[in-house]
């Protein structure tokens, strides 16, 4: 099995920066997709960033030019850097990865979610 642990989150005040970051741990031969997604209060969940094993990367229009998703495939980790961080950004934030795993089926993970409130 796959595991995720995220950290990161907290309160903040608008303007302000925080960093969130996801390990993932267990039978991973290879990581094909990460991203960040997140769900507000009364809200379907929806995409925040992703980034693919190339590298390439795609952003909500909402958070462009604020928000930078980065990777660290040695270290199976996926970072999201937040600036600027406005009320609206405030929700929980899930991690969320595709690998193969060693015995090279597909496994889709979802982290536990983490809570970001930013304060006006």
């Known amino acids: 099995q796959v595991q995720l642990v995220e950290s990161g989150g907290g309160l903040v005040q608008a303007g302000g920066s925080l960093r969130l970051s996801c390990a993932a741990s267990?039978?991973?031969?290879?990581?094909?997709?990460m991203g960040w997604y997140r769900q507000a209060p009364g809200k379907q969940r929806e995409l925040v960033a992703t980034?693919?094993?190339?590298?390439?990367?795609n952003y909500a229009d909402s958070v462009k030019g604020r928000f930078t998703i980065s990777r660290d495939t040695a270290k199976n980790t996926v970072n999201l850097q937040m600036d600027s961080l406005k009320p609206e950004d405030t929700a929980v934030y899930y991690c969320?990865?595709?690998?193969?795993?060693?015995?090279?089926?597909?496994?889709?993970?979802w982290g536990q979610g983490t809570l970001v409130t930013v304060s006006s």
């Open positions: 267990g039978s991973i031969f290879s990581i094909n997709f």
């Open positions: 969320h990865i595709v690998v193969i795993t060693h015995a090279r089926s597909h496994l889709a993970v």
């Open positions: 980034i693919t094993s190339g590298g390439s990367t």
